[in-house]
């Protein structure tokens, strides 16, 4: 297992949702596949969680967070932002630039000068809260895009600290990430880091791709494969693959409790003798919610067996909601959604589209995702895209298709068992939906069975195993040659 002296977490947000009523705030364990994964190794190597609690208000939290804590079983420490920091570092630098930079929309990109100094100024802040946390020996594991700076002050004041970070998103390649004024900054910023963990190799190789373009002097990567070591100057780091995945045991018991299938059966009693066609996403523009739902709508009208015999439901929940092309994106989903129904809703009898935003409960993501016959996951671009696991995990009679986009991360490991589609093919999305609509059993479950064993082999646990140990097993610093280490290119010999 695990071997860590105290394992320190930092991430923007703690692991809780704040509640206020009449002046009084409560806080209790927000849930998610990461906290569950972290907690027991968080309560064996008596760790802390240090992030953003939620409010902006000055607002006395500690007898909340204790609670919370003890509930846990491990430590909470708040990092408090003020409205200013929070609208610069979160909502622009974060939301407005690396989002959907690092996504590939780099036109939608809002390169504003002050949000980077927002951004350095809350990473300075983390740090210091950090910094007054950490003791000798621990190893601290830094959470996503929000803290890329973190590593580095952190390592001036405390050069030997082991000092590991995680990219949720993908990483864009070199013609894309050098759009960032902020790039060379960025880059140094990660190299400081003893280990940068990405979602899939394509992400690995673009950040490699991109050190070796800025032509850092005395930079070397060597190892081409899934993990590679990197030195510059003294500091070894190593940057690696490492695709997340989900409790697949607890989803797959939850999916079976009497609540989830009793639900699942109502829910599907509502579509008597058709197939269900499930999306669910946070509402996002790289989620791709409008290309899939026009290529519903054109399946509808090149193949009239799927009419009356296919209803997809849409779930999305609401996400960014004070950001004005979130609520633009809304617009359109909502109008594409009227536009197909109009013209194909038969009175009394069949819908097309059941749209819902709002977050409905866990059982009920489960309950649909079980009830569902097909799922279709299609976004322009994602770093993993845990909804298509779910979906898997959830599959309990093994009958279930899956229409996956080739720009998820988790295509990389479902590739040969989902039915893959360029999300921007209209009429390949369309082909892809007749497609499955007519898939016999037999095929659906040599698919499925297949993608079950995927996740349930490489589950949350092997994770973050596979990640800690290979942060904390850091090779010695002799071991680095390039004898033993097939380069990938050598930096320095290109300048
Ligand atoms: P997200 O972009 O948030 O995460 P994703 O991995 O798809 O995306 O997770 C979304 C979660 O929201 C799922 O657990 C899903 O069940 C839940 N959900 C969706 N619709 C819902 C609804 N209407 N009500 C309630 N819950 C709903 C980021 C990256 C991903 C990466 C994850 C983890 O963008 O690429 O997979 O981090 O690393």
New binding site residues.
């Given amino acids: 297992m695990v071997n860590v002296n105290r394992l320190v977490i930092m991430s923007n947000r703690l692991p809780v949702a704040l509640h206020e009523e009449d002046g009084a705030w409560t806080a209790s364990p927000a849930p998610g596949g990461l906290v569950t994964a972290l907690t027991p190794v968080l309560k064996r190597h008596s760790g802390v969680w240090i992030g953003w609690p939620g409010t902006t208000e000055q607002v006395e939290l500690a007898g909340a967070l204790e609670t919370v804590s003890a509930e846990l079983g491990y430590r909470l420490e708040p990092v408090q932002l003020n409205a200013e920091q929070l609208q610069g570092y979160y909502y622009g630098f974060s939301n407005e630039i690396i989002w959907p930079l690092f996504h590939g929309f780099e036109t939608r990109c809002n390169f504003e000068p002050a949000y980077w100094h927002d951004y350095q100024d809350v990473n300075r802040q983390f740090a210091a809260a950090t910094a007054g946390v950490l003791e000798p020996g621990d190893f601290l594991w830094i959470h996503d895009y929000h803290l890329m700076l973190t590593a580095r002050e952190l390592k001036r004041q405390s050069p030997e600290l082991n000092c590991a970070f995680f990219l949720?998103?993908p990483f864009p390649p070199p013609d894309i990430f050098f759009k960032l004024p902020w790039r060379k900054e960025i880059l140094e910023g990660l190299l400081a880091f003893d280990l940068i963990g990405f979602?899939t190799l394509r992400d690995r190789r673009n950040f490699t791709l991109c050190l070796q373009q800025l032509r850092i002097p005395g930079l070397k990567v060597y190892g081409r494969g899934a993990v590679v070591d990197i030195s510059l100057g003294e500091h070894h780091l190593r940057a690696g693959a490492f695709p997340?995945s989900l409790d697949y045991q607890d989803i797959q018991r939850h999916a079976a409790t009497p609540e989830v299938e009793q639900l699942a059966w109502l829910f599907h009693e509502k579509f008597p003798d058709r197939q269900i066609m499930i999306g669910?996403?946070?509402l996002?523009y790289t989620k791709g919610i409008p290309e899939r739902l026009a290529a519903f709508g054109l399946a509808l009208e090149r193949y009239p067996e799927l009419r009356g015999n296919l209803t997809m439901v849409q779930?999305?929940?609401p996400s960014r909601e004070r950001v004005p092309e979130y609520e633009r994106l809304r617009h359109i989903i909502e109008q594409l959604v009227g536009q197909i129904n109009g013209q194909y809703t038969e009175v009394g009898d069949w819908v097309p589209i059941h749209y819902?935003h709002?977050?409905?409960s866990r059982s009920e993501?489960l309950a649909y995702l079980r009830a569902a016959e097909n799922a279709i996951v299609t976004p322009l671009r994602?770093?993993?895209?845990?909804?298509a696991k779910?979906y898997v995990a959830c599959n309990l009679d093994g009958t279930g298709a899956l229409i996956l986009s080739e720009f998820a991360?988790v295509a990389a490991e479902f590739k040969r068992r989902a039915i893959l589609v360029n999300p921007y093919d209209i009429e390949g999305m369309a082909a892809a939906i007749q497609r499955v609509y007519l898939m016999d059993i037999n095929e659906r479950k040599r698919r499925m069975i297949k993608l079950r064993e995927i996740v349930r082999k490489n589950d949350i646990f092997t994770w973050v195993e596979n990640y800690v140990v290979t942060a904390t097993h850091r090779h010695e610093k002799s071991a680095l040659t390039v004898d033993e280490f097939a380069p990938d290119f050598k930096l320095s010999d290109t300048e």
């Fill in positions: 949720h998103i979602q997340i669910m996403d946070r996002d779930l999305t929940v819902i709002r977050s409905v993501v994602d770093g993993m895209n845990l909804v779910e991360g």
